[in-house]
């Protein structure tokens, strides 16, 4: 008997809620790392004793799928877990998304040793070895050259934490004090978590917790069907590229038949020896966030939102990637084409719902040198889609990721670099009655000699338009040397630049919703 | 200052609210209507009803600025900024407000981009000039000003705050040339980072005008007393100094409250409260420590952020007037939508035909049946409890409503407790407004708070606060220094500058100054804001509160001092929150049938105006007064504090 009347629901959605907040909100405030701190670069999530999720913190939406992949593989490298047992884990393959995300599980029970459920958070480390500082190299073609791969291992028990264990994951970085930090806030975090879910125990009973816990999900399971059972019954396909040699295909066919929706992604390309590959994990995630978006918004997030979502991917795939695939890039620039790849798809069910395609990428770029040594790192915002209801807005980052930017005023200050140009890039959203929101300019001078590294997509193949609506226009990678010249760069790669440089990029426009008023 | 009349007079949604205090007379309290076109009338006929001698003092609370930018009633303002940053407040942070809601898009900025003018010049990090500001520059950037026609002009240049001359130069050449007010970014908010200090230089420019309007009008219809104007932080401002400066006045609607549930906490012996004002359609929560209220320097109105200090209030969206309703999943909602103040709650039986937490109180007895609503209406506990019965049978009805709202409370109140590392248990439930008394007894025993507070006045307790914050004045500089730097210097010129703005305001006395350092560690990029004494050392203090907010310090790390600040603070017209107010006859004691909790219990019903200190009174108990119930629990045990608080300890 898993159901709550009406007023016991909405009470126990608050705790749980209220549960997974406060464990964010320790992460944030006790982290080190910008991405931590400033970026929210993380999440924090409550299980039941079955793993299942009925709470979650969200901050980033790619996150969104693969903390509960993070709990399972905990429990399938171990077994059951003790009370008090925390499990660190950031291998792509076995629950993590890339690298830098570092997620610690740890199991909570009761006085008498009772398994209430779990507890686990993610941050994104801004520094976890490999071949260039942050951990994301663009020039790499196998996992071991993006840092430390940590599959599930204890990093605390009965007896506290274990000193070698972090010692060796600290050891992997280039700044292992920072790690220290970082690690201690997750640890802080889940304690957070523990604390206030043996309140709930305490105030409820085991099996009341458990069953509200049901509840919950259920609750949110059919507020999603309900919204589900609006979108017309069919097989929806839509395909789109990556910008990697010739194109590296994502295709995906959604199936919607009553109140439940399979997402497949058959027909997408393998895996590749670039960075773009995505994990299981982050293709979950992005499938999830169009989901959310299509679906019910503001229902509770929790394992129920999902139950009426099933997505399969081919093994060993661009979008289902396994060792030794590098996939720093798959989190950041290939969940966004996946969501595009989505959107195509829904916009034939759903067609006054789904905005155009938004910019579809978030602009990795990096800026450093190692004497005077400096490392720069930010991703920019861009045009939205138009939608059926307004304009797409501008210079905004969209979908997976919605990170701040740097004032200039901070930049300058931090690195030997000035900005010129920070404007939006005019006209470069398509035309529609809903139009595009248009892309940036930035444009950064080195006062010093560096390398520029970018990791950008939608410079060929524009955010396309819907409904009549027009294509955005396509993102450009410029650098204008000293002399005055001016080189068109590619989509990604690695650059010197010589003091007095300038690299100027130019964000995609947002595609278009509806034909524009002919007047 | 001489013992002649002083009057606190805050203005309201619905209500403009005065309190007058006057030698040898009981403290005052008026309500009238707030008249919303100009809220000066409002004001000029609460002052002369509360008093018809000499007034020396009108402190004042007023939404003026407030409702400017949340209608976007504001000056037609030109935005004058440096080249290639033309869309720095369109752009602003590049974060979206939703996650995952599509309907959700930014606020449009407050100056759209055609009045916008941009200006060749830079200033580097360092204050030096990378390129030149030439004169003909100047002309013609007047020239493009006077073009647009503007009623305000904000000036915001990069780099700015590290050293205003091109900035002064620009202002002056503007002053002279075009008759409107110039808002400078580096006089109001010399802090880095550009898009805030844009947006808070905006905001100032397109209030200047309104408020100016509004101050000058209320200082022909009260010639005599000197007026002062409240502030977001919880200070109080000369009145030409709001007219210059109306963005330090932007949130000033809270403020008041909170500072007098600040002193409210000290009177019952509490340094540490929460303060809890509960309205019609919203609640209003702030952490107290030491007495005083958490202050922000990071705050926002209407998605528009500003960067001058402001009461780190937190708000949620219920209240009284909070509609219920089951969602498409099954579970009980209450709020964010309400019923207003019409149709307003079914039982004040002006057409409102959906349940509310105002009908749920009224069905359970918690209300008296025989109250008066104004305009002879009176109240209908039976369209109450008509539309409660609308619910479906698992809601519990008038219980359910309750216990969702308190939910909903609940979390607010963690927000800024234990989310910031507060144990409840330290804390004292200050509640106020219509609805705080009604709710603090159950949200105290849940949140596991020490006590609860209820002011003697809780209905004007906004417009008391105003007599009890202190005049004052923050001045700001970025340095961006390390913290063994000779900051001597930067520290002698903001206090000089904090202490003549307070000076010239005229409103201050005694003053003292206190020194702030906004420091971080190298590498990080939000800072701790730190109180410096004589002797402290940055570094020391920065490890002392990293340890204290986070749990641990960095005591290898090279430790940046970001911006300083001097605040300067004169003394308050009023110490202490007067106790004895004129309450009125009290009515007979009474009792009732109510439901608590779910049960069915008879109540004490009691009056306010008839308690003096020393009294207590044992839950199942209602204590009414004229704008606002307490309801007490069983179990609960309140007693009458000498400071006329009426205050509930909980054990453990």
Known sequence: ?519 | MSEQARAGVDVGGTFTDVVVLAEGQRPRAIKTPTTVDNQAVGVETGVDEGHDGDLALVAHGTTTATNAVLERKVARTVLVTTDGFADVLEIARQDRPALYDLTVTRPAPLVPRDLVVTVDERTGPDGEAVRELTDDEIDRVCDAVAGLEPESVAVSLLFAYADDTHERRLCEALADRIGVPVTRSSALLAEFREFERGSTCALNAAVEPVMRRYLSNLAERLPDPVITVMTSGGGTAGIEFAARAPVHSLLSGPAAGVVAAGAIARSAGFDDAIAFDMGGTSSDVCLIRDGQPDVSTSSEIDGLPFRTPAVGVHTVGAGGGSIAYVDAGGALRVGPESAGAQPGPACYGKGGDRPTVTDAHAALGHLDPERQLGGGLQLDIDAARRVLADLPDDTDGAHGVLRVVRATMVRALRKVSTERGVDPSTLALIAYGGAGPMHASALARELGCAAVVIPPAPGVLSALGLLLASPRYEASRTVMADSDADLSDAWAELEKAAGEELERQGVASDVTLTRIADARYAGQSHELRLEVGDGDDIADLLHEAHTAAYGYAMTGEDVKVVTLRAVAEGRPALEEPPADWEQGEPAEARSREIGVEGETVQARVVSRAGLSPGDRIEGPALVEQRDTTTLLAPGDVSEVDDANNLVVRFDG
């Not at chain 1, 126990?12 to 406060?22: I, N, P, W």
């Not at chain 1, 043996?198 to 259920?218: F, I, K, S, T, Y």
Request: one cysteine or more.
């Open chain 1, 1 to 519: 008997m898993a159901e709550l009347s009406a007023v016991e629901l909405e009470v126990l959605r608050h705790a749980l809620a209220g549960v997974a907040d406060e464990m964010g909100v320790a992460l944030r405030r006790s982290a080190y790392s910008p991405n931590i701190k400033e970026r929210v670069d993380c999440s924090a999530a409550v299980f039941d004793r079955n793993a299942q999720m009925v709470a979650q913190a969200e901050h980033i939406p790619v996150h969104l799928g693969s903390m509960p992949g993070s709990v399972e593989a905990a429990l399938e490298a171990f077994g059951e877990l003790a009370p008090g047992t925390q499990v660190c884990v950031n291998d792509p393959y076995m629950g993590g998304t890339h690298l830098p995300d570092l997620t610690i599980v740890r199991a909570v029970g009761d006085d008498d040793g009772q398994l209430l459920g779990y507890v686990a958070n993610r941050a994104h480390h801004a520094d976890v070895g490999g071949a260039a500082p942050g951990s994301m190299p663009a020039s790499a073609t196998e996992i071991a050259m993006e840092g430390v791969r940590i599959p599930p291992v204890v990093v605390a028990d009965s007896e506290g934490e274990r000193e070698d264990v972090l010692r060796l994951i600290a050891a992997n970085s280039r700044t292992p004090w920072e790690r220290r930090g970082d690690l201690r806030a997750q640890f802080a975090a889940n304690h957070v978590g523990a604390t206030r879910l043996r309140e709930l125990a305490d105030r409820l009973g085991r099996e009341q917790l458990h069953e509200a816990m049901q509840a919950v999900c259920n609750y949110s399971d059919r507020r999603v069907r309900t919204a589900v059972e609006d979108i017309p019954d069919g097989t929806y396909e839509h395909r789109d590229q990556l910008e990697i040699g010739d194109g590296v295909t994502i295709a995906a066919t959604v199936t919607v038949d009553g109140d439940e929706v399979h997402i497949d992604f058959a027909g997408s390309d393998d895996q590749i020896r670039v960075n773009l590959n995505a994990v299981y994990a982050v293709t979950l995630s992005s499938s999830m966030f169009v989901f959310r978006m299509l679906t019910d918004p503001d229902a509770p997030p929790n394992a129920g939102c999902y139950r009426s979502l099933r997505v399969t991917a081919p093994e060993r795939s661009v979008v289902n990637a396994a060792f030794p695939a590098p996939t720093a890039a798959g989190n950041v620039e290939t969940s966004q084409r996946i969501v595009d790849v989505l959107l195509g798809a829904f916009a034939q069910a759903l067609p006054d719902r789904v905005p155009a395609a938004s910019q579809g990428t978030m602009n990795n770029l990096l800026i450093g040198a190692a004497e005077p040594s400096f490392s720069y790192y930010e991703t920019l915002g861009g045009g939205e889609g138009g939608t059926p209801t307004r304009p797409g807005m501008s210079g905004v980052h969209t979908a997976m990721t919605n990170t701040q930017n740097t004032p200039a005023e901070a930049m300058e200050l931090d690195y030997p670099l000035r900005v010129w140009r920070y404007e939006l890039r005019r006209d470069s959203g398509g035309a529609g009655k809903h139009p595009g929101g248009d892309g940036l300019v930035r444009e950064i001078e080195a006062l010093t000699d560096c390398m520029l590294t970018l990791q950008t997509e939608r410079r060929e193949r524009a955010p396309w338009g819907l409904g009549g609506g027009g294509d955005g226009a396509p993102g450009r990678n410029l650098v204008i040397r000293a002399d005055g010249s001016t080189e068109q760069l590619g989509s990604k790669g690695t650059w010197e630049l010589r003091a007095g440089d300038r690299v100027r990029i130019e964000t995609p426009g947002g595609g278009g919703w509806g034909e524009a008023d002919r007047s």
